[in-house]
């Protein structure tokens, strides 16, 4: 009865009503403060720079996780994909790029998908950028946040992706195929990469909530030769 006259305005939530539904259905720690605001409540979570004082021991143990990774690439991600830390390997792996579409920071949609980035040396890009493309509309949605809202607006305005959307099924919320490699010609080598995506289990700060370590792994034996210099 108390959850009815909440929807129909007739009652106040109280914070802790809010937060356990919030709770409930997942709700990111970003739009669980601006949910407290809407109500007129103070917002209960911080939001960190990753390279604060604070976060010595996190940005310490996501290097150490990088690291350890080599010669494998490896990147940290904030919810927009700009790359907040990565790798040697992760960064030799994009260093054909124009600096340019790595400025002001590296965002993977961008350097991805522009005709001049990694898309340039991407031998499978209609697969590839399909998979991305998905991403950035679920990031979209999920988000609601009109940053990443233009950033799909831009990327969606590259010419090669407007002929990749024209000759196949625009990119939904259908899940994407089992394992999606990324195949990159790289000093006349071809590697081919599959990612894995890992987030905090128990973060109470916003920009913890929102990091998420990508994990590049070798999907064929010659590229695992290639990557650990093995000739």
Sequence with gaps: KHLSFV???????????LLTLARHLDVPLRERNALLLAAGY?????????????????????????QTHDPYPGVVLNRRWDIVLANDAALKMVAAVPPDLMAPVPNVFRFSLHPAGVAAF??????WATYLLRQLRR??????????????????AYPNVVELLARTDPPGD???????????????????LFTT?????????????????????????????ILRGIH
């Design 174 to 192: 259908d899940e994407p195929q089992l394992l999606v490699p990324c195949r990159l010609s790289v000093g006349g080598a071809e590697l081919s």
């Design 122 to 127: 991407t031998l499978n890009f209609d697969e």
């Design 7 to 17: 929807e129909t305005g007739r009652s106040r939530p109280s914070p802790e009503l």
């Design 139 to 156: 990031l979209v949605v999920s988000t609601g946040d009109s940053n990443v809202a233009a950033l799909e607006a831009e990327v969606l």
């Design 42 to 66: 103070a917002p209960r979570y911080h939001e960190t720079a990753i390279d604060d004082p604070a976060s010595q021991h996190v940005r310490a143990s996501l290097e150490r996780l990088l």
């Design 197 to 225: 995506l890992t987030t905090f289990g128990t973060p109470r700060d916003i920009t913890l909530d929102e990091l998420a370590v990508e994990l590049f792994f070798p999907a064929d034996a010659a590229t695992e030769a």
